[in-house]
């Protein structure tokens, strides 16, 4: 079966079982992702809806991106200069927010003579 991503009219389903261009498509099929009730997911979906309406949502995310973002640098950086190999990794696949960057370079960081 050749299931057709594009999106069509409810109408167009039930009346032919087919996309416009000849393929099949699932009528029952909605569009929406199932999430089982009760699940760690769902009470997710339902906090990030209820937060995405919020003004200092966004704000708030782009200032944690760019907040990441320059603590990664640093302490990639610092720990390339310092030859620290397994650190570099270790910073390059953790993502703390910039907690466990801060803390490197604080407390395990080679210190330069």
Do not use: C
């Not at 991503?5 to 167009?12: G, S």
């Not at 199932?34 to 760690?40: A, D, L, Q």
Request: aromatic share 16%; proline share 5%.
């Amino acid at each position: 079966m050749n299931y057709s991503p594009n999106l069509f009219t409810m109408e167009e389903v039930t009346k032919t079982g087919t996309s416009p261009e000849g393929n099949i498509i699932d009528p029952g099929f909605t569009g929406d992702v199932i999430i089982p009730e009760g699940s760690f997911l769902e009470e997710f979906n339902l906090t990030l809806e209820v937060w995405q309406g919020e003004p200092w949502f966004t704000p708030l995310i782009v200032s944690l991106f760019i907040w990441t973002i320059v603590w990664d640098g640093i302490a990639l950086w610092t720990a390339a200069r310092n030859n620290q190999k397994n650190w570099f990794i270790a910073i390059l696949l953790l993502n703390t927010a910039g907690i466990f960057e801060i803390l490197y370079l604080k407390f395990w960081q080679k210190k330069r003579k």
